[in-house]
């Protein structure tokens, strides 16, 4: 690499500007406080681990996204974390199992990605996110549509929030039912999630089903929009097993307790929603900024999520890319107050320095042959340290 090459950074790989970093801070205090004023308490999980303990279970779907590298004190292959989640869960499982029946947590880090999970997104994001585990009800899966909501709300960069909710179980259970093998299962999935009508046509006549199957697994592309929506679902799968009837009964609870407690909120069913098909077990979710395609936060639930590590447990919960929020922040267009100082050795001056930072003021010492920039100074004024505006003479 020349060295008008070595500034570059690798493709998907960004950083931070001072204005943005300083968002992503205050973001960061802001949000761990709003998450602890809910109950959830703070771990803070390693960059690296094992690489078959990173792997784990469902994190299995983690590998191609997963760097890995050689630890040179043991000879074990370890893996850079690609997603906090399943850590989280090791932690819960191992380490807190015997804490409490019902366990939050909470965790925020950046995570590193081989491959960009969409065009222009990161492979360096900085994963926000809350847990619940040992809960398997409907209610936790509303906690944390609510949580996952309020904390957008208080990054203050998405000004209308859309939902989208689904549940992986509708389509795992009709998949069930019309004795689809692993291979049709897959392709039908894909073509449910591009919405690809003709696609999904072809696929059933190929597959040559049971016709309520067929006519059950055609109509859910087309099974998304108000609550409603649910109540013509429960019409067209009337003959889905009981695991489908289960999962509208799931989403039908939580339309009606969102409706209470989130009242203006835009929601959208979505029962042919399948993010994370091949991690979630249950109900799936996603909040979108108005106009945008993209989802700036979801989540959604994986029972047995400990079973692994020796403790089966029900969980639910979300994550969000915390560094993406700061950036979509607008740009503060006043400057911050910066109190300059000449360089001198002066104890008075020096204590005066002090009891301002710690005042949360800023203070810059003008280091000689050079000048910073100031709104204000520290003068002198009949013997005494003083702040004034930038251009105040001393005296005395």
Not at 181 to 201: D, N, P, V, Y
Not at 221 to 232: S, Y
């Amino acid at each position: 690499m020349t060295i008008k090459e070595s500034w570059l950074l690798p493709e998907g790989i960004d950083e931070l500007m001072p204005e943005e970093a300083s968002q992503l801070e205050i973001l960061h205090r802001s949000l761990v406080d709003r998450m602890r004023s809910w109950g959830y308490q703070l771990v803070v999980p390693p960059l690296v681990e094992y690489l078959d303990s990173l792997l784990t279970g469902t994190a299995k779907t983690l590998d191609i996204q997963t760097f890995k590298l050689t630890d040179q004190m043991s000879g074990r292959m370890l893996g850079i974390r690609a997603d906090m989640t399943p850590q989280v869960a090791r932690i819960a499982a191992h380490k807190l199992r015997h804490q409490s029946e019902i366990l939050r947590l909470c965790y925020i880090g950046s995570v590193l990605h081989t491959l960009p999970e969409g065009q222009g997104k990161s492979r360096n994001p900085i994963q926000l996110g809350a847990e619940i585990y040992g809960h398997a009800g409907p209610e936790s899966d509303v906690e944390s549509i609510e949580l996952m909501v309020d904390l957008l709300n208080v990054t203050g960069a998405v000004s209308t929030i859309a939902l989208d909710i689904g549940h992986v179980g509708i389509y795992r259970g009709l998949a069930a039912y019309a004795g689809l093998t692993e291979f049709q299962e897959q392709a039908l999935f894909s073509a449910l999630q591009r919405k690809a009508a003709a696609e999904i046509e072809a696929l059933l006549v190929e597959y040559q089903l049971d016709s309520d199957a067929e006519k059950m697994l055609q109509i859910l592309a087309e099974l998304n929009g108000d609550r409603a929506v649910l109540q013509t679902a429960r019409q067209h799968l009337q003959k889905a097993p009981a695991s489908v009837q289960q999962a509208l009964d799931t989403l039908e609870q939580i339309a009606e307790a969102l409706a209470q407690r989130l009242p203006s909120l835009a929601i959208n069913f979505d029962l042919a929603e399948l993010r994370g098909y091949h991690y979630h077990t249950g109900v799936v979710f996603a909040a979108y900024k108005q106009g945008s395609a993209q989802a700036v936060a979801a989540g959604g639930r994986y029972d047995d999520i400990g079973e692994e590590f020796g403790h089966a447990q029900p969980a639910t919960g979300f994550s969000m890319d915390l560094k993406k929020l700061a950036t979509q922040l607008p740009t503060s267009k006043t400057q911050p107050d910066v109190i300059g100082v000449t360089w001198q050795d002066d104890a008075d001056l020096q204590k005066l320095v002090e009891s301002l930072r710690q005042a949360g003021k800023v203070v810059v010492y003008q280091l000689p042959g050079s000048e910073v920039a100031t709104t204000h100074t520290l003068v002198k004024q009949d013997g005494h340290w003083e702040v004034a505006e930038t251009g105040t003479q001393t005296r005395g």
